[in-house]
């Protein structure tokens, strides 16, 4: 025997098919768990999924939120900026007109005007506007008889004491007062209103009755809409009633 020669080893020992098959199947569920830890489910790609169009729904959500509240915000704003001009608008038009009035129950008062008189009273009509007062007039109702204030004057049934002129209102325009004097006390003014012909006619509105104090109070509505004159006439009592001191 040659001496070099390796001595005879066994064979590899050979599994039975069994076995080799049971081996093999052992590795393959290794194999696939492997696999099935390293590649996520179906279901979790499904939560994923689920997961982020939540975030990103929360997200909008917010993201809406914020932006109508700051529209709502701006809007409020807006709204703040249009109100308030309005209510000082109307402030001022309500203090404007309680003036009128006032100036027009001083006037009933009144048989003449005094310098001092005149003054204060032009004072009051350089705030007042026509858009204070003429919603005003309107509203008051006309009476159902109209007299011709020159035929009365003819007639003496009235006799004009006193003119006031000079007096600016609603920024630049003309006022005047005009006092006359009831010479016939069955001559009730408070139900009569007076009227003149012409072009530049005049139709006059009671705007405070003798019944309630005072003077009657009249002013002409026609001049007042058409050029924006104010003219007032006071209707003295018979007996008469001097200005207040």
């Known amino acids: 025997m040659n001496s070099h020669t ?110 001092e008189d005149k003054e204060s009273v032009n004072s009051v009509l350089r705030r007042i506007s026509y858009e204070d007062v003429e919603p005003y007039v309107r509203e008051k109702p006309k009476q159902a008889e109209a007299r011709k204030l020159f035929q009365l004057k003819q007639d003496n049934e009235i006799t004009q004491t006193d003119l006031v002129q000079g007096l600016v209102w609603d920024g630049d325009r003309p006022a005047q007062i005009r006092f006359i004097r009831v010479n016939n006390p069955a001559l009730d003014l408070n139900k009569i209103d007076l009227y003149s012909d012409g072009p530049d006619g005049c139709r006059s509105k009671v705007l405070q009755s003798s019944k309630q104090a005072g003077n009657t109070v009249q002013v002409c509505e026609a001049h007042l809409n058409s050029n924006h004159n104010l003219e007032f006439t006071v209707v003295v009592k018979p007996e008469g009633i001097r200005h207040l001191e």
């Open 6 to 115: 390796l001595p005879n080893q066994p064979p590899a020992e050979e599994l039975p098919p069994t076995a080799q098959h049971s081996k093999n199947r052992v590795q393959l569920r290794r194999t696939g768990a492997s696999t099935e830890k390293q590649a996520p489910t179906q279901l979790q790609v499904v939560l994923t999924i689920l997961l982020t169009a939540v975030a990103l729904f929360s997200a909008e959500s917010l993201y809406i939120n914020r932006s109508l509240e700051s529209s709502e915000l701006r809007v409020k704003a807006d709204l703040l900026n249009i109100v308030t001009p309005i209510k000082e608008k109307q402030a001022e038009f309500k203090f404007q007109l309680d003036e009128f009035k006032l100036l027009v129950s001083l006037l009933s008062t009144k048989s003449a005007l005094s310098p």
